[in-house]
């Protein structure tokens, strides 16, 4: 089994200044998994997201993908990159580019693919989250949801190992949130390997196989969704929970 | 009552022949002019400490003395170090300095506006950070920074006029030859200013279209 495993992070402390973002944050994750990141803001999700592809340079720790190691490994760090697929809160679309351009643009330049090669990669990215029809279209003209998607389809035109979800659905509106978890899901559903950080927790109850709760730069728990959100360990988990049932409504109790 | 005998025969041909030279210093100036803007507002923003403190120095030194001075020292003062540029070279590199010297800082600000997220998302695709700037930041930076630079390249026109401080006789120089010689000042030099007023009429007509031609929906409207 233990060659099944993608990712492994390994004891990650981050200080900015004086805070300590993330105090040894430990997992693994094995291939298929879909992992979500639940918590409240400033305990170091993203933080965490932002460390496994060098985004944030960890202070101490390691992350090794498929067994070589992702920290300090300088110039290479490019070829990990594009192992590692990231999504953004904001999507981040390359504003000067129409969709297509945008999903084609890293696959020219970094992955080298002639310009015939890259287009038809992209259109098959954007025909997958059902955005063929606005392959020409630029971000600005795209609806939030649209946007979300094409920063998906942009990020497994690399053809990833793993794909990281920096709470891609928290610049959405309710209605705009369902089509970019449905895309999600069916990633999730075919296979991939996913790290989300969320508080979508109808997403996380039906594709996750484990829910991580972080509190101050730590894991305080994790299990599968039954487990953890029936009966959470610890009182602080429970709590956060109520409140994320209140506001969204029961999350599969 | 306007001579025009003294129009047509005498002063037509020469400030033909000194707008030529006049298009030709423009010409020469405005790409390498773009260049130089380019590398120097790239070098400050994304240079290691000493790059960004040498394009800085760059900027304040050649925004902050009079062209002039420049166009003097570049033709008189490099012979003595054994450099001696023809009128036209030495007029066209001090253009090109003192254009660069500007349109850094119109493509500095544009590049500082390009929002973070996009190095980021460039950088988490596995491109290189000069990948990164090269096709995601300058590109915006640029299509930003088009207004500005524009206004560059039509001060570029006016005063491509000093040239003729350096005997590189444009437009301007050719009508004070005329003007001169004849000893009609009003005549001569309201034709030439009827003339830089086309020229950068015509450009900033140009430059407008180019505006309109990368125009991105949401980058500038």
């Known amino acids: 089994m233990k060659d099944n495993i993608i990712l492994r992070v390994e004891d990650i402390h981050k200080k900015y200044g004086k805070t300590e973002v993330l105090s040894g944050i430990s997992f693994e994750v094995r291939k298929g998994d879909t992992k979500v990141f639940i918590g409240s803001s400033g305990t170091g999700k993203s933080t965490l997201l932002r460390c496994i592809n060098q985004l944030t340079v960890p202070d101490s720790g390691k992350i090794w993908l498929h067994g070589e190691e992702v920290t300090h490994s300088q110039k290479s760090i490019n070829y990990f990159r594009q192992r590692i697929g990231m999504v953004f809160q904001n999507f981040n679309l390359f504003d000067h580019l129409t969709a297509v351009k945008n999903v084609e643009i890293a696959l020219i330049k970094v992955k080298k693919l002639n310009k015939k090669q890259a287009r038809e990669k992209a259109m098959e990215e954007l025909v997958r989250v059902g955005l063929k029809e606005q392959a020409d279209l630029y971000p600005a003209e795209l609806s939030g949801g649209q946007a979300q998607r094409v920063s998906i389809a942009r990020a497994l035109a690399m053809e990833p190992d793993i794909m990281l979800f920096d709470e891609p659905t928290s610049a959405l509106d309710p209605e705009l949130t369902g089509e970019v978890l449905a895309v999600m899901k069916d990633l999730s559903r075919n296979g991939m390997t996913m790290l989300v950080v969320t508080h979508e927790m109808g997403f996380a109850c039906s594709v996750a196989n484990e829910i991580i709760f972080m509190e101050k730069g730590k894991i305080l728990e994790s299990g599968p969704p039954s487990k953890l959100i029936r009966e959470p360990r610890f009182e602080r988990t429970k709590q956060f929970l109520c409140k994320l049932g209140e506001l969204y409504g029961d999350i599969g109790r | ?121 460039a950088l988490a ?97």
Do not use: H
Request: with cysteine; hydrophobic share 55%.
């Open chain 2, 1 to 121: 009552m306007i001579d025009m005998i003294f129009l047509s025969d005498v002063l037509l041909p020469p400030l033909l022949e000194g707008l030529v030279v006049t298009l030709k210093l423009i010409a020469c100036s405005i790409p390498f002019g773009l260049l130089t803007g380019i590398l120097i507002s790239t070098g400050r923003v994304y240079g290691n400490p000493a790059v960004s403190f040498l394009c800085k120095t760059y900027v304040i030194i050649f925004k902050g003395t009079p062209l002039l001075m420049l166009l003097f020292l570049i033709y008189f003062g490099l012979p003595s170090i054994g450099i001696s540029l023809s009128p036209f070279i030495a007029a066209v590199t001090g253009f090109i300095i003192c254009n660069g010297a500007y349109n850094s800082e119109y493509i500095r600000g544009a590049i500082q506006s390009v929002k973070s997220g996009q190095m980021v998302a």
């Open chain 2, 125 to 221: 695709l596995g491109m290189t950070k000069r990948q990164a700037i090269i096709n995601i930041v300058l590109p915006q930076a640029l299509i930003r920074a088009i207004p500005g630079v524009s206004n560059e390249i039509i001060y570029l026109i006016k005063y491509s006029s000093l040239a003729y401080m350096l005997t590189c006789i444009e437009l301007t120089g050719a009508g004070k030859i005329v003007a001169s010689r004849y000893f009609r000042f009003t005549i001569v030099f309201l034709i030439v200013g009827l003339i830089y007023l086309f020229l950068v009429t015509i450009a900033g007509k140009l430059l407008t279209m180019l505006e309109k031609k990368f125009a991105v929906p949401g980058l500038i409207k």
